[in-house]
């Protein structure tokens, strides 16, 4: 779905916002409208072919005729026919000449069995198949008279004799096809799965059907004055209340038998409001059934129960109509609800009798589903139909289970055995999973649905059912009866059930309902929407999946002389979100409005327009936030959702009056109206829809100006406006810097951020209205760690710098996200190293570069500039490759180009294209215009190609040798080839020189580079051969400003060694250095012996970021022993220990006065590796320093930088059998007010070595104490040990977790922090059997990276188990110490 092919971009012409659309009055204090007036680029849609033409009528009645005309032009048409009905014996021998009328009162043949409609079937076949078929569909549903009820549209199936003015009946429900077919893709891989819904509410129910009949023939028995007393029923809920809701109606008295132990009030409600007569006696199903034949024998009382067999009648019209639904073609399976047997005769009958008059050639095979707790017709199967006992039903809560109607089931066997048939059963913890299931997708359903759903859930498992049948199940929900069972299953309070798909219900205070309304008014310009040329005309926008919930649109052209008002017709594509109106005439020539009024949800899912909650003084309370990048403004009003169809946007908003509203824009005027107000905002410049947001909640904040007079705020929770003042002046200081920077103001007129309490990602830079993570905006001195901080500086300059890239100049299309996120990537890195020098955050970029390079040494990487096919595929973009890949190549571009010249040229690229889209070349060509470099043909193979070189270089002699292959982790190597800036130093960082290698292969001859220089003579001389073999190092890749790896040969790599142990590298390169090496090994281009040896030459190593990179190597390098060697894994240990302890007995556990930032985040790094490799003395100090920390939070003992070790050390120690450590931390957790105190205890947790811990650290992940965005901690800390267990847990909850987190980024963490620590092939294999069913676009690529990854390390502990004495070198090293 390419922008282009959509919408092509024309003319724009700006109008003023119309009058705002009259508000719907009932709408009260959930409204918010939302007015925008925008002129986005649309053309005409030429692709459009005409609108397909009107489906095909059949017998459709003239225009002119109403219902009621057409029945009496049937009935004179079809009444002399001599269709007839009459009663038999069931099943009784063909030869018996028993019968009854229909117009008698019987239930029970004179041997005593029950009854059967049998109808005249001689007559019904002078008509064929063709004829019933055409005739049925002829007869569709009406909202008028008759209401086109089954019975009606089948009557002469039916109640032959039946006169069409005695019919009373009911719009029968109809089947919620979206839901079913969401259900079966989402929960069962089936691609064919429909829902005959057959009861939504008591008046239009199943069984109603069955009702109408009988009612309808009560009608025609007081017609022909034969003595009716009244109509009566047994039932407990939907029945008793429909009939005695028709009776009232018709006048006709109605009487209700009920055992005494089943009645409740909720469920009586109905009938007694109907005046029915309720009669009770204290006995159970049979008792009550013993009643009824009593009071039947004595008086005339027309009964709607199974007694009854014309009941079925109208009952097998919906076999007829699941016919019609599908065109007359037969569906393999439908699975009927066993409560009451006879719905599976009546189905039986309504397919067999279209069978046998020719309207289809076979019927579906039938399933019947009963309940757990009384399931005779189950039991009776599974014997063979060998032996049938009677069930005494279990109490039940969910009260789903109904005795059976045990009248029925000589019925139901018959059905089931000739239509080879089923009986499958659910007990109520199943059937309340599959009803919470089924509700998630919008399918509401009643336990009775849940146990047909259950059995279609154990016939799909078990392969019965195959993913491609067409399946119906025949759902007979009604609201009333089990909403109480519904809201203890979703609040867990059911005693021995999981409750697995529970959704807790969440207190919501009345501000933040179900959803939002709003009005959205688009101005189009004549040309964008009107071509004249093609009627009719046809427009097509995106309204998203969660949004939809109605919409209605009108169509105004407001020219003066001829204003037209014209609806169009509308229709909507889940899959692509697409609304299409479309207009039966030609719209005139001249601007025009489209105004379009619609409703969406407050989700929970953290994206769209969506509710999180937050606590104000113990009281829990919600806002309402919008994320909207990348394509979920459209589940907030309907839009043009593409970064490249910018618009103004002008936003009203009714909030309640005590509630802070913000946008974009800021207030131009409030108005209050009793409870609420109205917000008006400014209008906003032109802007794409993924940066318009809206925030509603309580906040304090606290604001400044910069030297522009540009106001900017921080909005923070109520009480703690203090901890933005941090990043308010970080925010000032970065609009200061990037206005010079790139020599263009800041474009709005203020700059707000807010913490959001719930939000999925870091922060996201809505234009003038920044929203963060919590710990990404609130700095507490307390708390924040120094990384921390550091982190807080980089997301707000990467925010604020988007306002510039992104914001004003804004990517055509996601292919060129990193325009937006490797820019700003790299510019919050300069913009930092400017506001906090020391903190030499250059040296840091490293960590991005090296994210970078992993991900893109995967085969299933992608290139910097990504197709993305659908909207749903978008949020995979937002990876490391756009980010630190994206950074990383610019870096590289500027090195090459130098700074100013590129600082230049991207100010001439925001002054070219301010308020306008572009793409990658379009930067490439000012960038060349600018330099004069051909920017381009470099760039291109780093943007458009996957992967990045690996420079093996050699030297011999005076002459290095490169070549460049594509670098993978899998030791593979590809074909294609970079062009690559090389820089390199020889011997000193003053003999440097710079090249490009456009080739594969390419020879440097250094005496040539070299010799004229001044001083350099020496080194070239013959004799000086040895000296030169012996002290000249060769660093490739300067400060590892170039985005790839070297290889150096054996003796390059010795002299490097050499340089590193003599001090004569810079950090940078020490970093890549080591960082190279370990990628190679993991590649299995270098032994771990070789890496080993190598880290042991960092063991005095004092540097930052060396240190930081060296520590997770020993991580990594932890982790991958204990499955290769795990002999040596305390061996591997204790040499890490040795490596630390030079730089732990510096850093010490205290802040030192006058310390820098960079000794206390190593500090924190440092002690944290050597609590996690179980060095002895680290635990000791922990302890007691912890201790300390439990008396007094403000101890000097345990600063902040420090606790994450001690936490570490707690965790470590804790185990099933002695749980105190996690019981302290959670309490810690409890009691923790700061955000990052709380993230980092929930890191700590599942880090546990005892999987038993790291389950129940991950049940508590689930529950309301973590909120869903800080899921990401706890996944990041699981333990090695933990990981089966997680693995395990994540498999078993899956439902469960893309319900409750995604699909969204959320998901993807799980995705791979679960996965990611294994490392066997067995496993892969297991991982992606496990999501061959599972796969989603919104996640596909991360189970693809993830399962990569495990075959990567899979291949490197085969590698390192065929070292030798590999062993006897770890155990040297850890005695070495
Ligand atoms: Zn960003």
Known sequence: MAASTLLQSSSVSLRSNPKPTPRNPRISRHYFPIKASTSPDISPNTNTSPISSQPVLKHRRPADENIREEARRHSSTHNHHGFSAKYVPFNADPCTTESYSLDEIVYRSRSGGLLDVQHDMDALKKYDGQYWRSLFDSRVGKTTWPYGSGVWSKKEWVLPEIDSDDIVSAFEGNSNLFWAERYGKQFLDMNDLWVKHCGISHTGSFKDLGMTVLVSQVNRLRKMNRPVVGVGCASTGDTSAALSAYCAAAGIPSIVFLPANRISLAQLVQPIANGAFVLSIDTDFDGCMQ????????????????????????????????????????????????????????????????????????????????????????????????????????????????????????????????????????????????????????????????????????????????????????????GLKFTQSKIDYHSKEIADMACRFANPPVQVDADFGGCHLGVMAYNLTSQAVIDGGINPVSIQMQWGVAAQAHQQQQYRSPTPRNENIVRPMSSWTADDEILVLVFDEALSVGDGVLGISFSGIFNQHLKGFYKCSFMDGGVKKNMAVTQFEAADARRCFPCWDEPALKATFKITVDVPSELTALSNMPVIHEKLNGHLKTVYFEESPMMSTYLVAVVVGLFDHIEDTTADGIKVRVYCPVGKKDKGKFALNVAVKALDLYKKYFSMPYALPKLDMVAIPEFSGGAMENY???????????????????????????????????????????????????????????????????????????????????????????????????????ARSVDEVFDAISYKKGSSVIRMLQDYLCDDIFQRSLSSYMKKYAYKNAKTEDLWSVLSEESGVQVNAMMDTWTKLKGYPVLSVKSEDYILEFEQSQFLSSGLHGDSHWIVPITFCLGSYDKRKTFLLETKHDRLDLYELFHSSEGNSSLFEEKNQEKFDEHLWVKINIGQTGFYRVKYDERLTARLRNAIEDNCLSAMDKFGFLDDTYALCEAGEVSLSSLLSLMHVYRKELDCIVLLRLIDI???????????????????????????????????????????????????????????????????????????????????LLPVDSRKAAYTVVIRNTSTVNRNGLETLLNVYKEADAVQEKTRLLYIMASCPDPNIVLEVLNFMLSDEVRDQDAVYVLAGISLQGRETAWRWFKENWDLILNKYGPSLLIMRFITDIITPFCSHEKADEIEAFFASRMDPSFAMNVTQSIERVRIKARWVENIRQEESLQELVRRLACSG
């Open 291 to 478: 009643l009824i034949r009593e009071v039947t024998a004595e008086l005339p009382i027309y009964l709607a129960n199974s007694l009854n067999s014309l009941r079925l009648e109208g009952q097998k019209t919906a076999a007829i109509e699941i016919l019609q639904q599908f065109d007359w073609e037969v569906p393999d399976w439908v699975i009927v609800p066993g409560g009451n047997l006879g719905n599976i005769y009546a189905f039986y009958k309504g397919f067999k009798m279209c069978e046998e008059l020719g309207l289809v050639d076979r019927i579906p095979r039938l399933v019947c589903a009963q309940a757990a707790n009384a399931n005779p017709l189950y039991l009776h199967y599974q014997s063979g139909w060998a032996e049938f006992k009677p069930v005494k039903a279990n109490t039940t809560f969910a009260s789903a289970i109904q005795i059976g109607d045990p009248v029925s089931i000589d019925r139901a066997v018959f059905a089931l055995k000739n239509s080879n048939g089923i009986v499958e059963e659910a007990t109520e913890e199943e059937l309340m999973d599959a009803m919470a299931q089924a509700d998630s997708t919008g399918m509401f359903i009643c336990p009775h649905t849940g146990v047909a759903l259950t059995a279609l859930i154990k016939l799909r498992n078990s392969g019965v059912i195959g993913p491609t049948d067409r399946t119906v199940v025949v759902s007979t929900a009604h």
């Open 768 to 870: 003038g209205l920044i929203t963060y993570r919590e710990t990404e905006l609130l700095h507490d001195d307390l708390h924040s760690a120094a990384a921390n901080k550091q982190r807080l500086v980089i997301v707000v300059t990467h925010e604020v710098a988007h306002q510039w890239f992104g914001n004003l100049v804004t990517m055509e299309w996601w292919t060129h996200l990193w325009l937006n996120e490797g820019f700003a990537t790299w510019i919050s890195y300069l913009a930092t190293d400017c506001l906090f020098p020391e903190w030499k955050i250059w040296t840091q970029f490293l960590g991005e570069t090296t994210g970078g390079l992993r991900m893109d040494a995967l085969e299933t990487s992608h290139p910097i500039e990504v197709e993305v096919h659908h």
């Open 1114 to 1196: 020993c991580y990594d390098v932890a982790k991958i022993s204990s499955d290769a060697i795990p002999n040596s894994v305390n061996d591997m240990k204790q040499f890490f220990i040795n490596l630390l302890l030079f730089s732990a007995e510096r850093l010490g556990w205290e802040t030192m006065s006058g310390e820098s930032h960079l000794s206390a985040m190593l500090r924190e790094a440092v002690l944290m590796a050597l609590a996690t490799f179980g060095h002895d003395k680290t635990h000791e100090e922990a302890m007691k320093r912890f201790q300390a920390y439990l008396s007094d939070r403000n101890t000097s």
